[in-house]
């Protein structure tokens, strides 16, 4: 009968809409969910007569589903602080692939990684454009977006590098001062490039490259010797090493044979011709007919003999300890302070030094020096990786300074010209081919350029006076590229989908680029189990692109979509839906009623 027939398919129409909307609530809170509406239609119709001017007497057949639609507008943002977490800014959705090979559609961004593999948390892979020495192919097939866990990124030695510094047009020629860049060599290890500037005249400058300087600290040794005294002929004579001195602890007696005269005590480190003067004065008052005289290191006593001790003060000793393979840095300052052949004191210093200058060459510097000082009895003698300076009463100053470069070429060292304006205008370009080589940790030679010019073609090392004495570091800013060797730490997403991991060295890389797709018609997509949906003929073929082009939206990292499912509204809809059901209901039951009339009317 269709007077039950008709409100049972009400009752069907308004149940499937009940578990819709009871669908829609029970996800409310699920990732990226998009809410479902139905929409009904009639039934077909019988025609029960005409009227009398013809029309068509039609009476309905009830009503069905006539279809379910998918709201897929976007839903609310919610940051989670999970880089795995992904949020599509506009339209799209992400291309996952199952074990199986299935490929599907989500909007649901809660990502996870597994065994190094970016995968929703149902275990499929993310999909996405792959990365070959951190550049994206976009025009390569689509595959898993994979993360380098557990990796270690390799060190990469420094080949490039930049300063920007102002020298004081103000300093006095021979004015050096230095600016400092950290480098690191082949296997990862760090060191500090020094770059000294001596102003060699008016708007120039030479320049030299060092690697860790290392100031060294010396040792230094004293001895003393008695001295054993010589008759011959009544003349008594004492023989002193060259270019020693008398010591404090001499105490000796003259006799003549009738009167005794005590030798005044010599100052530290007192010349034999400085004592000489007051032996004889000592001599003289105290009535002696013995004289003293010095002829080169021996002193002579005529018509007297000697008791007691004649110390002469011994050499000393400053000896230094170099590590295998370094050189003298251009820093170096040391001075050795004596007493020359005339009896004065003198100080000399080296010459300066080239960048990588063995010590074998910086000790016949100082040998020169101190020969042409005249300061007798000093010997300067490198021996390997040490270098030791002894004299009689000598002295040391400033500081010995070790490179760790036991070879630079020779663009390590150059000139800078300024114009008047301060501008730097020779060397016209960047310096190449610098070389610094002999590490001892077993690295490679470090082949540098130095960028002199900014990208703008400025030069990056001016000149100016100032008015404050000039720092003893004018730079102000460096770059380099080399960086050690470190272990992956986490990635980040960027708004077109490219991930970089990052390092614990600080240094990031892009491993991938996480692909977005769409479909002509998204009606057209059949949901899938997960969050997920699948195309099909009337949806039409997948396109996939890269976000934020072609209509995509962008993405946002350590987010996710929430559902768009509006709580008023489903609750307004589940009463609207309820009320039809009890529509329904209560014409079934009406018909009931009046079926059982019509049977009582024959009883």
Do not use: C
Not at 60 to 79: K, L, M, P, R, Y
Not at 235 to 243: E, H, K, L, M
């Amino acid at each position: 009968m269709s007077s039950f027939s008709i409100p049972l398919t009400g009752l069907k129409s308004s149940s499937s809409e009940l578990n819709t909307i009871a669908n829609n609530l029970s996800n409310m809170n699920t990732t990226a969910f998009k809410s479902q509406d139905e929409t009904f239609s009639d039934l077909f119709y019988q025609q029960i007569g005409t009227t009398g001017s013809g029309d068509p007497l039609q009476v309905g057949a009830g009503t069905q589903v006539a279809a379910t639609e998918t709201d897929f507008s976007q839903g609310g943002i919610d940051s989670t602080g999970n880089a795995s977490d992904l949020y599509i800014n506009g339209n799209g959705f992400f291309v996952v692939k199952g074990s199986d090979g299935t490929t599907e559609l989500t909007r649901d961004g809660n990502f996870t990684t597994s065994g190094g593999d970016l995968v929703t948390q149902d275990g499929q892979n993310v999909m996405g454009y792959p990365a070959t020495n951190g550049t994206v192919n976009t025009s390569a097939q689509l595959a898993p977006i994979q993360l380098p866990v557990g990796q270690v990124e390799n060190a990469k030695a420094t080949t490039t590098l930049s300063m920007t510094a102002n020298l004081n047009a103000s300093d006095t020629v021979g004015t050096t001062v230095q600016g400092q860049v950290p480098i690191y060599d082949s296997l990862g290890n760090s060191h500090e490039a020094t770059v000294y500037f001596t102003k060699t005249g008016t708007n120039t400058w030479d320049y030299s490259f060092s690697l860790d300087p290392k100031t060294l600290s010396d040792t230094s040794t004293a001895t003393t010797r008695t001295l054993t005294p010589t008759l011959s002929g009544g003349n008594t004579s004492i023989v002193f090493d060259a270019g020693t001195t008398m010591d404090p602890s001499t105490s000796f007696t003259i006799s003549d044979g009738t009167t005794p005269v005590t030798a005044p005590t010599p100052t530290s480190g007192e010349a034999l011709s400085t004592y000489l003067t007051t032996l004889q004065q000592a001599l003289s008052s105290g009535g002696s007919t013995a004289t003293a005289g010095v002829s080169g290191n021996t002193l002579t006593i005529t018509g007297g003999t000697v008791a007691g001790n004649v110390v002469e003060g011994g050499l000393t000793t400053y000896a230094y300890n170099l590590d295998a393979g370094t050189t003298v840095d251009p820093s170096t300052g040391l001075t050795i302070t004596g007493t020359d052949s005339s009896g004065n004191s003198a100080t000399i210093q080296a010459p300066p030094i080239t960048p990588g200058e063995p010590l074998s060459a910086y000790a016949t510097a100082l040998t020169t020096a101190v020969g042409n000082a005249h300061i007798p009895g000093v010997q300067v003698v490198a021996t390997g990786t040490g270098l030791s300076i002894s004299g009689p009463g000598i002295s040391l100053g400033g500081s010995l300074t070790e490179s760790a470069a036991g070879t630079a070429s020779a663009n390590a060292s150059g000139s800078l010209t300024f114009d008047s304006n301060g501008n730097l205008i020779a060397p016209s370009t960047n310096v190449v081919g610098i070389q610094l080589g002999g590490l001892t940790d077993g690295a490679a030679n470090l082949g540098l350029s130095w960028d002199l010019y900014g990208t703008s073609g400025a030069g990056m090392i001016t000149q100016s006076a100032v008015a404050s004495t000039a720092s003893t570091n004018p730079v102000t800013g460096t770059t380099q590229d080399g960086y050690a060797s470190g272990s992956y730490q986490g990635f980040s997403v960027d708004a077109s989908g490219v991930v970089s991991a990052s390092f614990s060295n600080g240094e990031t890389q892009v491993v991938g680029q996480v692909a977005l797709a769409n479909v002509a018609n998204q009606q057209g997509l059949t949901i899938e189990a997960g969050n997920n949906y699948g195309t099909t003929t009337a949806s039409g073929t997948a396109t996939v692109g890269i976000a934020g082009t072609g209509g995509l939206g962008t993405l946002e990292d350590e987010a996710l979509e929430e559902s768009n499912v509006d709580i008023s509204t489903q609750f307004a809809n589940l009463i609207v839906a309820q009320q039809a059901f009890q529509a329904s209901s209560k014409a079934i039951t009406t018909f009931d009623t009046i079926s059982q009339d019509t049977i009582n009317m024959i009883h």
